[in-house]
């Protein structure tokens, strides 16, 4: 009973916290109503996810979210300065192809997006058989140092979390 009144337990509560996060006023009946939303949407779309992704390790999943936090703030500190303080002549923009070990399209899709996310880099392309992910890199010297970074700090951690 309770599997179908809430199919995706993640997703209800993440719609609760961003509805209350998108009103910006905490009161009894915008929690309610986010609850409302909570249990209705993931019953409404339920059916297009037939094969949902298992989260093995959710608490690794905070972990994730941190060092993404933490990527973002300091690569928008290392983009400002190639702006502010390097020629243009001097920049070396590389495009850097990342192997995927990781299988899940939505593993896949949190990587994807978290490339682009992080000030400097923007994923551009999936190779058609998944394997590959193609990504430009704003400056470096050393396209092989990123892709292992990519591999280290990102791919390993969801393969952790969603394999």
Same mark, same amino acid.
């Given at each position: 009973?309770?599997?179908?009144?809430?199919?995706?337990?993640?997703?209800?509560?993440?719609?609760?916290?961003?509805?209350?996060?998108?009103?910006?006023?905490?009161?009894?009946?915008?929690?309610?109503?986010?609850?409302?939303?909570?249990?209705?949407?993931?019953?409404?779309?339920?059916?297009?996810?037939?094969?949902?992704?298992?989260?093995?390790?959710?608490?690794?999943?905070?972990?994730?979210?941190?060092?993404?936090?933490?990527?973002?703030?300091?690569?928008?500190?290392?983009?400002?300065?190639?702006?502010?303080?390097? +020629?243009? +002549?001097?920049?070396?923009?590389?495009?850097?192809?990342?192997?995927?070990?990781?299988?899940?399209?939505?593993?896949?899709?949190?990587?994807?997006?978290?490339?682009?996310?992080?000030?400097?880099?923007?994923?551009?392309?999936?190779?058609?058989?998944?394997?590959?992910?193609?990504?430009?890199?704003?400056?470096?010297?050393?396209?092989?140092?990123?892709?292992?970074?990519?591999?280290? +700090?990102?791919?390993?951690?969801?393969?952790?979390?969603?394999?």
């Amino acid at each position: 009973m309770l599997k179908r009144l809430i199919p995706h337990p993640l997703l209800s509560l993440t719609l609760v916290f961003v509805w209350l996060g998108l009103v910006n006023k905490f009161t009894l009946g915008n929690l309610l109503l986010g609850i409302l939303f909570a249990v209705i949407i993931p019953m409404l779309t339920a059916p297009y996810w037939p094969d949902r992704p298992k989260i093995s390790r959710p608490f690794k999943g905070l972990e994730y979210v941190l060092v993404v936090i933490w990527d973002i703030i300091v690569a928008n500190v290392e983009v400002a300065m190639i702006i502010l303080f390097k +020629r243009e +002549r001097n920049i070396r923009s590389q495009w850097i192809v990342v192997p995927l070990e990781l299988t899940s399209a939505e593993a896949i899709t949190v990587l994807a997006g978290t490339i682009t996310m992080t000030p400097g880099t923007v994923s551009t392309m999936l190779a058609a058989d998944g394997g590959s992910i193609l990504v430009h890199c704003l400056h470096t010297d050393d396209g092989d140092a990123v892709r292992d970074e990519i591999k280290n +700090r990102y791919e390993r951690r969801l393969k952790e979390i969603f394999e």
